[in-house]
């Protein structure tokens, strides 16, 4: 079956570290790639996608994600946090129909 | 609007009563989604529209649940005789085609009392 796994459900990070928040999914095709973000009392957003390219996509606010195809993986970066990432962040992955596939989430906590 | 709008943003209701969900999606956009997310949890599909096509209800908790949209646009997810563990943040969101980049809406927050 077709799933999205996002390794930790919970990071707390001090402003200025890195993060690396790991997505490994589960599909024998062709993919589009997403992470979304959902900041306290906001409505879910697209952060960054890859549909095709370069495996290293840049999303907003200096957030990237690398496609290693041959992992199955689409983990999220970003060299170093503040405390506005404070957030909820979901990988998902697209197949070859309409359905997204959506991970359970990663609640990130960036300390000031 | 510019974006997908949701109402009402939250609703309170009594066990047993109807409610319905309103979702507005941004104009031009042919696929419509609705989804559940209940405390703690990720994003349960629930049914999805594109066009004029038949709608995929294949993620409908029960046949208390229900979606139409009518026009191609508007879209209500009505649920009949609630239940509380009906009660969660009920989103909507669009796309441009099938691209899998979706426009959320803010949400319904359904409290079942």
């Known amino acids: 079956a077709q799933s999205v796994s996002q390794h930790n459900h919970h990071v707390i990070l001090s402003e200025a570290a890195s993060l690396e928040l790991g997505c490994n999914y589960s599909?024998?095709?062709?993919?589009?790639l997403f992470w979304y973000v959902q900041y306290p009392g906001q409505h879910l957003q697209l952060l960054l996608k890859?549909?095709?390219?370069d495996p290293l996509v840049k999303g907003i606010k200096g957030f990237e994600a690398e496609f290693i195809k041959s992992k199955f993986s689409f983990n999220l970066r970003k060299p170093s946090v503040q405390w506005s990432d404070t957030a909820e962040y979901f990988c998902?992955?697209?197949?070859?129909?309409?359905?997204?596939?959506w991970g359970a989430g990663t609640k990130l906590i960036i300390k000031p | 609007g510019a974006g997908v709008s949701q109402s009402p943003s939250n609703k309170v209701t009594e066990k047993g009563k109807d409610v319905e969900l309103r979702c507005d999606p941004i104009?031009?956009?042919?696929?419509l989604y609705w989804y559940r997310q209940s405390l703690g949890q990720g994003l349960e599909f629930l049914i999805y529209?594109?066009?004029?096509?038949?709608?995929?209800k294949s993620g409908l908790p029960s046949d208390r649940f229900s979606a139409e949209r009518t026009g191609g646009s508007v879209s209500t997810l009505t649920i009949q005789r609630t239940q509380q563990e009906d009660s969660a943040v009920y989103l909507c969101?669009?796309?441009?085609?099938?691209?899998?980049?979706?426009?959320f809406g803010e949400g319904s927050r359904l409290t079942v009392l």
């Open positions: 890859y549909f095709s390219g």
């Open positions: 104009s031009g956009h042919t696929a």
């Open positions: 599909y024998g095709g062709t993919v589009n």
């Open positions: 998902a992955v697209k197949g070859s129909n309409y359905q997204l596939i």
């Open positions: 969101a669009s796309s441009f085609k099938n691209t899998g980049e979706l426009f």
């Open positions: 529209f594109q066009g004029n096509s038949a709608p995929d």
